[in-house]
């Protein structure tokens, strides 16, 4: 499978089809393509040729705090350590950046859990993290689980 590298601009549209595919099925949540071209800068790719076939992003919400989010492996090519892989180069960039504590909203929190995140409840989290949430069609209503992850930096 190929490496994990910066998106670049040209591979949004991609990661943009992707993250929605999984999201028109309820398994996570969608991005628009505008909030994807503005936080480019946050998104690992993994591609085979022009193909991107799985993305992660690392998000700063603030001095000592990340949020992961669309995590997102092609079907075909899951259950082959790929999301895990993109995970831990987000905790690589975090523990470079000096950042702590990271966490997500997810439908998938086993998969988390066996990355060393612990469920906490959503209030737990700063309010910083409650700008993006107030975009989401699923606001206040959220069915995500949250989780975080304490890093050594």
């Keep these: 499978m190929g490496e994990i590298e910066k ?3 040209q591979d949004v ?8 595919h999984f999201a028109d099925k309820g398994e996570m949540l ?3 393509l505008s909030e994807i071209y503005e936080n480019i800068r946050d998104y690992f790719v ?15 919400c603030w001095a000592d705090l990340a949020e992961i989010r669309s995590v997102v492996v092609a079907k075909n090519i899951q259950q082959q350590g790929i ?24 439908y998938q929190p086993s998969f988390f859990e ?7 409840d ?5 309010r910083k993290v409650w700008t993006e949430c107030y975009r989401c ?9 949250a989780l975080t992850c304490t890093l050594e930096v």
């Design 83 to 106: 999301g895990t892989r993109l995970v831990e180069a987000c905790f690589q960039e975090a523990r470079e950046l000096g950042i702590a504590t990271v966490f997500c909203l997810t």
């Design 13 to 20: 549209p991609q990661i943009h089809r992707l993250i929605n």
């Design 137 to 145: 069609p699923k606001f206040p209503d959220c069915d995500e689980v």
């Design 114 to 120: 066996k990355l060393g995140f612990y469920q906490v």
């Design 46 to 60: 993994i591609r085979q040729s022009e193909q991107i076939l799985a993305s992660a992003a690392l998000h700063i």
């Design 30 to 32: 969608g991005r628009p």
């Design 7 to 9: 998106a670049k601009i």
């Design 122 to 126: 959503r209030m737990e989290l700063p």
